[in-house]
T-cell receptor, first 111, second 112 residues
Framework: NAGVTQTPKFRILKIGQSMTLQCTQDMNHNYMYWYRQDPGMGLKLIYYSVGAGITDKGEVPNGYNVSRSTTEDFPLRLELAAPSQTSVYFC??????????FGQGTRLTVV | AQSVTQPDIHITVSEGASLELRCNYSYGATPYLFWYVQSPGQGLQLLLKYFSGDTLVQGIKGFEAEFKRSQSSFNLRKPSVHWSDAAEYFCAVGAGNNDMRFGAGTRLTVKP
């Protein structure tokens, strides 16, 4: 049982480049989330989705976009990468919007 | 706004000693409460959760936590720490409205 799978695991981007972080889950969860984790700051919610076709902003959405065309997939798009987006990104899913199940993370460096 | 405070950034305990990690929250109602553990380079794994009912909850790996409404606390405990428990621990607060808030984390070091 794969759970939540994120790709890539590591990425280095140059300032101004764009990329998509992929996230897929095989648990048929309606709720999906994107968080970023910065040292000493815990996790901050970027975007979330309560089902296919429905997305909404979290606490720190600026510079990011998401889409949810299927229950399984919830990609996160970074447009015009900036050094402030250097972080570890976690995708998570939840059956009922309570406890979350996390992927392994994507470590992104913007130089 | 809801918030979560983990007062201890780093804790060191000896293997076999007891452990208590503190978590305080600020919220308008009784929230859902969680403890997650993160090993280096890994995602977060749910240790235990509290929604309602018995205020002492048992989790995986021998951990337990107690919800104290009067103190707005949800401290994590383990009677005897193992070297494999070294990790970072996060307390989280939510209300089922997709606004889960995480504490800054407590890094646990276990001395042999």
């Amino acid at each position: 049982n794969a759970g939540v799978t994120q790709t890539p695991k590591f990425r280095i981007l140059k300032i101004g480049q764009s990329m998509t972080l992929q996230c897929t889950q095989d648990m048929n969860h309606n709720y999906m989330y994107w968080y970023r984790q910065d040292p000493g700051m815990g996790l901050k919610l970027i975007y979330y989705s309560v089902g296919a076709g429905i997305t909404d902003k979290g606490e720190v959405p600026n510079g990011y976009n998401v889409s949810r065309s299927t229950t399984e997939d919830f990609p996160l798009r970074l447009e015009l990468a900036a050094p402030s987006q250097t972080s570890v990104y976690f995708c998570a899913s939840s059956p009922l919007g309570r406890e979350a199940f996390f992927g392994q993370g994507t470590r992104l460096t913007v130089v | 706004a809801q918030s979560v405070t983990q007062p201890d950034i780093h804790i060191t305990v000896s293997e076999g000693a007891s452990l208590e990690l503190r978590c305080n929250y600020s919220y308008g109602a009784t929230p859902y409460l969680f403890w997650y553990v993160q090993s280096p380079g890994q995602g977060l794994q749910l240790l235990l959760k509290y929604f309602s009912g018995d205020t002492l909850v048992q989790g995986i790996k021998g951990f337990e936590a107690e919800f104290k409404r009067s103190q707005s606390s949800f401290n994590l405990r383990k009677p005897s720490v193992h070297w494999s428990d070294a990790a970072e621990y996060f307390c989280a607060v939510g209300a089922g409205n997709n606004d889960m808030r995480f504490g800054a984390g407590t890094r646990l070091t276990v001395k042999p």
